[in-house]
């Protein structure tokens, strides 16, 4: 069965045919991320107006690539929530008229969990159920038990920011500029993840709970205390919103050293990673799954595929369990294949 997979939740515009739920015939991404560089964020109008470009021309491209008509085309699947409402609805509406005009099955998914059957992509070996798999992004970050296709059970949430906002807010801090995630990880690897002590909330055992809140206002407090002897008095006495953006100046004008910004870096990621890992392993042991799963843009962060992958070594429930996260980089952050893979199974 082929299913072309369409998405546009955000940013990107994506388009994707993929075979029997797992074999991917190809995955196009077209992102208007430059564009939005300069805001230090996305902007939706932006975003939604690169989309009507940008997605009928991929569409074409991925039919043409692949060699096949509509004939071959099975079904349509695109993301129906959640995201940007003006992104969303071009993705939609472009779904629902070649539905209509081809006479061809649609089916809406949910984006959480097309990041959760990115790891059936390309995927030979058999997954076994009950799974518990972590999606972590910039917009969303949940725990989830998989007792089998279309049956989820909520573990845990964050209660506030997703750890991928996180990283970007802390990017910002440090001038680090847009989108964050990948610029920090880089840094990080140069730094001392013990350099400053930054918090881990919600620690308690029975809670799987997320809160990166906290951290945020920890890095930049001490982005503040680290900066202070660059800034009158008068200005120390001013919100926390002007303090972001003068430590944001001192940074620019290189205040922090690079040691001193990759120190930041790596005690920051180590204290996301810290909290991610040490809830979805005890999850795991608590339900006893048969496979653990990292889904969405975070988990291409390498660090905190390591560290999920040491506390599960070292646990008795889970040094036998298989760790499983997307294939490929292009699989973990926003893409069709996902859509189309969720929409087969």
Request: hydrophobic share 40%; charged share 20%; net charge positive.
């Amino acid at each position: 069965m082929n299913i072309l997979g369409i998405e546009t939740s955000c940013d990107e515009t994506a388009v994707a045919i993929v075979q029997d739920g797992k074999t991917v015939l190809i995955n196009l991404i077209a992102s208007s991320i430059a564009k939005h560089q300069k805001y230090g964020g996305i902007v939706p109008e932006i975003a939604a107006r690169d989309q009507i470009k940008q997605i009928i021309p991929l569409i074409r491209t991925a039919l043409q690539e692949t060699g096949l008509n509509w004939g071959k085309i099975d079904k349509i699947a695109v993301t129906e929530k959640p995201g940007l409402i003006s992104s969303l609805l071009v993705g939609i509406n472009t779904a629902q008229t070649l539905a209509w005009l081809k006479q061809k099955p649609l089916l809406k998914i949910d984006h959480v969990k097309g990041h959760i059957y990115a790891n059936w992509l390309e995927q030979q070996n058999k997954i076994q159920f009950p799974i518990m798999i972590l999606t972590v992004s910039g917009g969303h970050n949940e725990m989830m038990l998989m007792h089998a296709h279309d049956n989820f059970e909520l573990i845990g949430e964050t209660l506030d920011d997703a750890a991928g906002e996180a990283f970007d807010k802390v990017a910002k801090m440090l001038g680090l500029g847009y989108p964050g995630g990948p610029v920090v990880s880089k840094l990080a690897e140069k730094g001392n993840p013990q350099a400053f002590k930054f918090p881990r909330s919600l620690n308690q055992n029975d809670n799987f709970n997320f809160s990166f809140s906290g951290l945020k206002t920890a890095v930049l407090y001490t982005l503040r205390d680290i900066t202070k002897q660059a800034l009158s008095s008068r200005q120390l006495k001013q919100s926390v919103q002007k303090y972001e953006q003068h430590a944001l100046a001192c940074c620019s004008q290189q205040t922090l050293s690079k040691q001193t910004k990759a120190d930041l870096c790596a005690s920051f990621q180590a204290a996301v990673c810290d909290s991610l890992s040490k809830k979805l392993v005890k999850a795991a042991e608590k339900y006893a799954v048969k496979e653990v799963h990292l889904a969405g843009g975070v988990s291409a962060n390498f660090y905190l595929r390591q560290i999920v992958q040491e506390r599960m070594n070292v646990s008795e429930a889970l040094k036998n369990v298989p760790l499983r996260y997307p294939k490929k980089i292009a699989y973990c952050t926003d893409n069709a294949a996902m859509i189309a893979a969720a929409a087969f199974f």
